[in-house]
């Protein structure tokens, strides 16, 4: 890659792809700066005592890492890439029972339709257009109600605002929104409506209303990632490769949710926003970080929403506002366009109001659109859920002692449920045990901790800490204080239980 010289104290590397290889190329070559006092003897004694010395020592470090260029060219250095490790397990060509392989060069709407014929065929239930009284609604829902001409994206788009209105005004004041715009709201809804009349939907995706984390660029809004000073130093220019997806499926984008100030915690709760209120209990948390998207598909404003999950951010506000969380393997769903909090372990996941409605947002997101990505496979393989045959293979692997290590109601809750499954559907429960699994906790805390430390370390140069709110400022402390040499080991953690 090559080497774009900001000022003196740092430099950006221009992203691969943009750098000129030929050998007329006007890159920039760096001579080996090596600066280091020659010494021997009882000389090198001294200086390692110095090296060693709590107070010395780190000014001396300090002095060499900035005369051998590590602070310009590495520490301070500005990057697009993810780093050269990625959780990319080995593919296995095990044979899957009940599925559809699909090929991943279909379009977003092609995907849409693969993942429509894979469901049960639903009852034509027609909504009685005069008792609109309050539901969840399913994409199947809207797509039945615009096709047959009941409803219109645009009325449902102007219900929408107003409730959206009404949820971040007194006396309810939800905070479930960081930003939306009406007039880009209907206009989407307008071009969707005409498509409808004309008889030339794009999808069952086209016209239901799908929010945004704010952590994915999604235009015309800022990405400010829950701060107030994000979107300044970091403009959003383009869409997404998954907000992209779902426009070219029709979906009507109605704003950026609400979340935790930059995914550093899971309650919700952002100092600058407002606290994202839980739509079964205002007095509730909805937790987070994707704390927002939950909220919004909980309380019916839209079917489905995307997050972002790093460590149970979108699994976690999914638990506790009752809706469906599904975070997809690493690699499955482009990650262009998602702030790069953390690299190797964040990933774009789905909060949904129904496992169906998971699955076909799904199937539109995992597009690869150019230029490709990284992937797990070119393989994609759907559930084939319109059998009427319940797929009974499953087995589920149950650590006691992590699994009892909770309040009494909790593990009965997630006790019958077990027991529900295995009535239902014949599903197994197997005794396992996971001695590791704190191990597995400390080395993705060091690893997520490193990554958002490090991908906000140019930023954080130039921003008056004030700005954050004070969990945000703990969080970002913790992390910086880890070593490259604890990250490195978290690394080898995750590679030992990967086998």
Request: glycine content about 8%.
């Amino acid at each position: 890659m090559g080497l774009l010289f900001k000022n003196e104290g740092h430099v950006v590397f221009r992203p691969a792809k943009d750098v000129d290889l030929t050998p007329a190329s006007s890159e920039l070559y760096l001579r080996a700066n090596v600066k280091a006092p020659r010494m021997a003897g009882f000389l090198v004694k001294v200086f390692a005592w110095f090296l060693e010395s709590r107070i010395f020592g780190t000014l001396l470090l300090f002095i060499l890492k900035r005369d051998n260029l590590i602070h310009k060219l590495v520490t301070n250095a500005e990057l697009e890439e993810p780093p050269v490790y990625v959780p990319l397990h080995p593919l296995d060509d095990k044979e899957e029972q009940d599925v559809k392989q699909v090929g991943s060069d279909l379009s977003p709407p092609e995907l849409v339709q693969q993942a429509i014929e894979c469901l049960p065929v639903s009852l034509e239930n027609t909504l009685n257009g005069s008792n609109f009284s309050f539901r969840h609604w399913t994409i199947s829902d809207y797509s039945r109600a615009y096709t047959s001409g009941e409803i219109t994206p645009r009325t449902v788009a102007e219900h929408l605002i107003a409730a959206i209105h009404e949820s971040s005004t007194p006396p309810l004041q939800m905070s479930f929104f960081i930003n939306y715009k009406a007039e880009d709201i209907l206009k989407q809804a307008t071009e969707s409506t005409l498509r409808y009349e004309q008889g030339v939907p794009i999808s069952a995706l086209d016209g239901v209303p799908i929010a945004i984390k704010d952590e994915i660029d999604c235009l015309p809004y800022p990405t400010t990632g829950g701060t107030k000073w994000l979107h300044n130093l970091r403009p959003c220019t383009d869409d997404a490769c998954c907000v992209k997806c779902l426009r070219l499926c029709g979906a009507v984008l109605v704003g950026k949710t609400n979340m935790h100030e930059l995914g550093a915690g899971t309650s919700g709760i952002n100092p600058h926003y407002g606290a994202t209120r839980n739509p079964y209990s205002r007095s509730k948390i909805s937790g987070g970080s994707s704390s927002g998207s939950a909220a919004v598909v909980a309380s019916g404003l839209c079917p489905v929403a995307l997050g972002v999950d790093g460590g149970g951010s979108v699994r976690m506000p999914a638990a506790l506002c009752g809706v469906v969380g599904f975070k997809p393997t690493f690699g499955r769903v482009p990650h262009s366009g998602v702030l790069p909090l953390n690299w190797t372990v964040g990933m774009v996941g789905i909060l949904a109001g129904t496992v169906e409605d998971a699955f076909i947002v799904y199937a539109a997101i995992s597009c690869q659109l150019p230029p490709r990505q990284l992937s797990v496979s070119p393989k994609v393989n759907f559930p084939l859920l319109n059998s009427t045959k319940p797929i009974s293979s499953i087995k589920l692997a149950k650590y006691g002692e992590w699994f009892n290590d909770c309040s009494d109601d909790i593990r009965e809750c997630c006790s019958n449920a077990l027991e529900r499954l295995q009535k239902k559907y014949g599903w197994k429960t197997v005794e396992v045990t996971i001695p590791e699994i704190e191990m597995m906790r400390l080395a993705h805390y060091v690893t997520i901790g490193s990554e958002c430390s490090t991908s906000l370390s140019s930023f954080l140069e130039k921003l008056d800490f004030k700005e954050l709110g004070w969990d945000a400022r703990v969080a970002l402390a913790v992390y910086g204080a880890f070593s490259g040499k604890e990250y490195i080991k978290a690394q080898k953690i995750r590679y030992v239980l990967l086998n």
